[in-house]
Each structure stands twice: as structure tokens, then as C-alpha cells.
């Protein structure tokens, strides 16, 4: 994967909101260490718990929207659980951007 590619799916997923809170999963710091080998593309998804009911939800809108970039994507979610600093800053713009 070239470097404007990999640009540009970074920039895709920069744009996926959160369901629940205005602000991009980017922006809340739940996306991370996007990683790129052929047509494979590797993601973590950083949640405030590993029990968070929505995290089937957005493991699929993060699959969608690459399969949207590229359909070729063969797409690798981890799922991490955040650090409490992590946690601390996502809960604080959770709380400014909740949707109601």
C-alpha cells in the first residue's frame, strides 16, 4: 500500500462518529496503530472496558468503511482495553460531546 493510501484510509476512519458522542472515534482516541501488509489492514479499537455493549457495533462500522475503501480489504480488529489516562480523556470528551 502506497503512502497516499494509507493517507487516505486514515483520513476514512478519521471520519467514523461515534454512535453515541459527537466526536470521531479518531478524536476520542479509540482508534489506533493502523497497520497495512498487501490487502490485509490491521486496527486496534480502544475501549473504556472490554464489556462496552457497542463494541460489536463499532468493530463493524470500522470493517464497513474499509471494505467501502477498498473492497480487497481483508480487515483485522484488535481490541484493546484503554489505560486509565486513556479512559480519563475519553470520558471527559464524553461528557462535553454526549448526544442526547
Known amino acids: 500500500m502506497t503512502e497516499t493510501s494509507q493517507t487516505s484510509v486514515e483520513?476514512?476512519?478519521s471520519k467514523l462518529m461515534h454512535p453515541e458522542i459527537n466526536y470521531s472515534l479518531v478524536d476520542l482516541?479509540?482508534?489506533?496503530?493502523i497497520a497495512f501488509?498487501?490487502?490485509k489492514v490491521r486496527v486496534t479499537l480502544k475501549v473504556p472496558f472490554l464489556d462496552v455493549p457497542i463494541k460489536e457495533h463499532l468493530i463493524e462500522i470500522i470493517k464497513r468503511a474499509l471494505t467501502d475503501f477498498n473492497e480487497a480489504f481483508q480487515t483485522d480488529i484488535n481490541l484493546r482495553q484503554m489505560s486509565q489516562q486513556e479512559r480519563d480523556e475519553f470520558m471527559k470528551k464524553a461528557k462535553k460531546g454526549w448526544k442526547l
Open 11 to 13: 483520513k476514512a476512519l
Open 37 to 39: 501488509q498487501e490487502n
Open 29 to 33: 482516541g479509540m482508534i489506533k496503530d
